[in-house]
């Protein structure tokens, strides 16, 4: 059995949907420190990825693996990745456990 709505939703386009389920996490139980944080690694993160990428895509274009000069910036690719993977996963598991808290909850009903 599959979920048309979802499975629809993810074939329009993946990132947006992404993008908006992300927009929808409630924060406001962070203390302003944990903001600071959280604001200081995804704007790290998402800097890291562009430069990353944009130096793996010019060096496919002149047909180079990694050109020299492009080794810092695959770097912060890299560890922008480490931090994001990490998130992903914990994304997942929050997402699974609500689901199953769902999936109890609607099986075994309280009257």
Same mark, same amino acid.
């Given at each position: 059995m599959? *979920?048309? &709505?979802?499975?629809? %939703?993810?074939?329009?386009?993946? !990132?947006?949907?992404?993008?908006?389920?992300? @927009?929808?996490?409630d924060?406001?139980?962070?203390?302003? %420190?944990? +903001?600071?944080? +959280?604001? /200081?690694?995804?704007? @790290?993160?998402?800097?890291? #990825?562009? =430069?990353?990428?944009?130096? #793996?895509? &010019?060096?496919? &274009? *002149?047909? &180079?693996?990694?050109?020299? @000069?492009?080794?810092? =910036? !695959?770097?912060?690719? #890299? $560890?922008?990745? %480490?931090? +994001?993977?990490? !998130?992903?996963?914990? #994304?997942? @598991? =929050? /997402? *699974?456990?609500?689901?199953?808290?769902? $999936? $109890?909850?609607? %099986?075994?009903?309280? *009257?």
């Amino acid at each position: 059995m599959t *979920n048309t &709505e979802n499975s629809t %939703a993810f074939t329009a386009n993946s !990132v947006t949907v992404f993008r908006s389920l992300i @927009e929808g996490l409630d924060l406001s139980h962070f203390g302003e %420190a944990q +903001l600071y944080d +959280l604001s /200081a690694l995804a704007s @790290e993160s998402a800097g890291g #990825l562009c =430069q990353g990428l944009l130096c #793996l895509s &010019e060096g496919l &274009e *002149n047909c &180079e693996v990694l050109p020299p @000069e492009g080794i810092a =910036q !695959v770097s912060g690719y #890299l $560890k922008a990745s %480490a931090h +994001l993977i990490p !998130v992903l996963f914990e #994304l997942c @598991e =929050q /997402a *699974n456990s609500g689901l199953m808290r769902m $999936k $109890k909850i609607t %099986a075994y009903p309280m *009257n």
